[in-house]
């Protein structure tokens, strides 16, 4: 899957991957960084609707995500999560820093 991003205003949406592991992250993260600088965005949404699986590389790209467009005044969301991807955001302790759906 190819990775999908949608700009609108100072929003960026991320569409993720359906494996999201550490082949992946590097990449996406250089990536997600690019676009907060060359569109001075100050909202991020992660998008689940896909994810099946992602491991400690995948809450390293969220969490470092979060801390850059925290020092820009920005917040971080989190969309569409399945049971599994919940459960990883509970147990990691990702939901205190990053806003799910419902939440907003």
């Known amino acids: 899957m190819e990775q999908q ?4 205003g100072e929003k960026l949406v991320v569409k993720m991957p359906r494996e999201l592991d550490h082949h992946y992250a590097t990449g996406l993260c250089s990536q997600i960084d690019l676009m907060i600088d060359a569109y001075s965005i100050r909202k991020l949404v992660f998008d689940f609707m896909d994810t099946e699986f992602m491991d400690s590389s995948g809450i390293g790209v969220i ?3 979060t801390r850059n467009i925290g020092f820009l005044g920005g917040k971080t969301y989190a969309i569409h999560l399945n049971g599994q991807i919940r459960k990883i955001f509970h147990a990691s302790g990702l939901q205190r ?3 799910t759906e419902g939440e907003e």
């Open 97 to 99: 820093i990053v806003q």
């Open 63 to 65: 969490i470092g995500r």
């Open 5 to 8: 991003f949608t700009v609108n």
